[in-house]
């Protein structure tokens, strides 16, 4: 008995000097640290406090696919991850915010890498670096460096993104009608080439780099998220790993491609059926309402009813998502997203009660929890009478 509790002593002894640390932290986020980590999730900083980010142009390894290869993504949507156990802990909580925002918003899951694994991640503590991470699925070791104030939930979000195969949006072809760079703060890098997939441009609501940006649309007055997943980034990652179970299964389809599995939100008061499409607008991305027969979306902005016919987007439910409308006066935790404001808030699909003389109908409308439920009607933006939320229950 003697014996064995020295070798016991003698083994933790040995290990803490490999490790070169106090205690000995696993090498992978533990469950009480994914549970801390699902109760303190990411929230949008305001923009006195932009994302810190790697300089401009420094962060990207391997970012060009591999001829005749093209990127990959990770197997089943798995990603395989050792973790450098010289992170803190106050680090490692970090790390656990940041691998917990992929594993509440789509099927992605990044599991402790065991021997079988042919690809992985090493998520890795360099002070020499902000960020740093190789693009795509690779064969064997990869790595994911943070060091410094970066190893922070929203930059490491946005690494761990190139890691799952997301690429910048200023890189796309059509980035000039979007945005300018200042050149004083950085220089514009080149647009890919076509061909490249196009899985890979949704990381615009990612990126601001400190000013490198200047937005060229009306009304829009930011790049970059702030910090969480985009909407819209949530939306292409679940396309790209065909989460289609669950709640995940939801589509925004261009009207232009056809779509089926329209999602009824209402009907005008002469009961032509109103479907829940989006559009953008100054800047926001709004859920509104879609008429099928003549495909124009209207939305609600500025007191006013928007006409849109093109760039327009329905909202379809091609794997049986389990929607339902909720009676709510507060927005539900499983409420859908639908859009988001040029400020980066959420916008939430609703059905919106509108009366008139003694008919009462429901039509599809847009919540924003700061300003509220509004639908549009005869060229008027009109708030809501009362609300059901787009809920899903999978
Ligand atoms: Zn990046």
Same mark, same amino acid.
């Given at each position: ?129 902000? $960020?740093?991470?190789? +693009?795509?699925? %690779? =064969? ?7 060091? &410094? *104030?970066?190893? !922070? ?95 995940? $299964?939801?589509?925004? +389809?261009?009207? %232009? =491609? ?7 939100? &209402? *009907?005008?008061? !002469? ?124």
């Amino acid at each position: 008995m003697e014996k064995l509790l020295v070798f016991v002593f003698s083994f933790a002894a040995i290990l803490q000097l490999a490790f070169g640390v106090g205690a000995l932290k696993p090498n992978y986020i533990t469950e009480e640290e994914f549970a801390f980590a699902r109760k303190n999730p990411i929230r949008v900083n305001n923009f006195t406090a932009p994302l810190e980010l790697p300089p401009y142009g420094t962060e990207g390894q391997v970012p060009h696919p591999r001829p005749g290869f093209g990127p990959r993504f990770w197997t089943n949507g798995q990603v395989p991850y050792t973790l450098d156990p010289t992170f803190t802990d106050s680090q490692r909580e970090q790390v656990a915010i940041a691998l917990n925002t992929y594993h509440e918003a789509t099927c992605i899951r990044f599991i402790p890498k065991e021997g079988h694994h042919t690809s992985w991640v090493d998520i890795l503590h360099d002070p020499t670096v902000c $960020g740093v991470a190789h +693009v795509c699925m %690779n =064969n064997g070791a990869q790595f994911a460096k943070f060091g &410094g *104030t970066c190893v !922070n939930p929203g930059t490491m979000v946005h690494e761990l993104g190139h890691t799952l195969c997301m690429g910048h949006e200023q890189t796309r072809l059509d980035r000039d009608n979007w945005i300018g760079f200042n050149t004083a703060i950085c220089q514009p890098h080149g647009i890919d080439n076509p061909d490249f997939d196009r899985g890979l441009h949704k990381l615009y609501d990612y990126v601001s780099y400190s000013g490198c940006f200047q937005p060229k649309q009306p009304g829009v007055t930011k790049c970059g998220s702030g910090g969480p997943l985009a909407v819209l980034d949530i939306e292409v990652l679940n396309e790209m790993y065909g989460c289609n179970s669950g709640c995940q $299964g939801y589509r925004y +389809v261009n009207k %232009n =491609n056809n779509p089926s599995s329209l999602v009824q939100a &209402g *009907t005008e008061f !002469n009961g032509e059926p109103l479907y829940s499409c989006r559009a953008y607008h100054q800047g926001d991305i709004i859920p509104g309402k879609y008429h099928q027969g003549r495909g124009e979306c209207h939305v609600a902005w500025g007191g006013g009813e928007h006409s849109k016919f093109d760039n327009i987007e329905v909202l379809t439910n091609p794997n049986g998502a389990n929607f339902i409308w909720v009676n709510a006066v507060n927005l539900p935790s499983n409420a859908v997203r639908g859009g988001r404001t040029n400020e980066r808030e959420t916008i939430y699909v609703i059905q919106c009660q509108l009366q008139s003389g003694d008919q009462t109908v429901w039509m599809p409308g847009k919540f924003i929890p700061s300003t509220g439920a509004y639908t549009s009607y005869g060229g008027q933006e009109i708030r809501c009478a009362a609300v059901q939320f787009l809920a899903c229950n999978n």
